[in-house]
């Protein structure tokens, strides 16, 4: 996937995270883009605090998908995917991430925010202990500030 699709893959997962804050959830959304690179098989905002958006679509897409479509397949997410959700993708076996902002700015936008106690483990790092290479693309600096809006002004609310 080169810059161009992953912003616009981003854009659309920014859409979704927009659906899912508007509904009165956090503001996260992902996005699984088929092996051809052009089809959305599945969209999912943020449920709650321990339903993430990326957790509840890996776990979607490992009950309808083969493995071998999955691995060919990648996540798009706004936000860098916490360990909970890494470790999700991991074992759904989603080949590939896409991810708009890291969760180290994500941090700084919520603060110590009770309903986002946010860890400081980049994905890259729970991906690294598995034996699985998991390709990783992000932050996207083109859409990192339209991310960074939407969370700036729900989590300053």
Known sequence: MDDTQAARWLRRANAVARAAMDA????????????????????????????????????????????????????????????????????????????????????????NHAENPTLDLPCREVFARGQKAVQVIGPVSEVEEEIAALHRGFWQR
């Not at 690179?37 to 309808?64: F, I, K, P």
């Open 24 to 111: 009165g959830h956090h503001p996260f959304g992902a996005l699984l883009v088929g092996p051809d690179g052009e089809t959305v098989l599945l969209e999912q905002g943020n449920v709650d605090s321990v339903n993430h958006a990326e957790s509840v679509l890996a776990r979607e897409a490992a009950r309808r998908f083969d493995a071998a479509t999955l691995w060919a397949s990648t996540l798009v997410t706004t936000v860098e995917p916490c360990a909970m959700c890494a470790g999700t993708q991991y074992w759904a076996h989603i080949g590939g991430l896409v991810y708009g902002m890291t969760e180290q700015r994500l941090l700084q936008l919520t603060g």
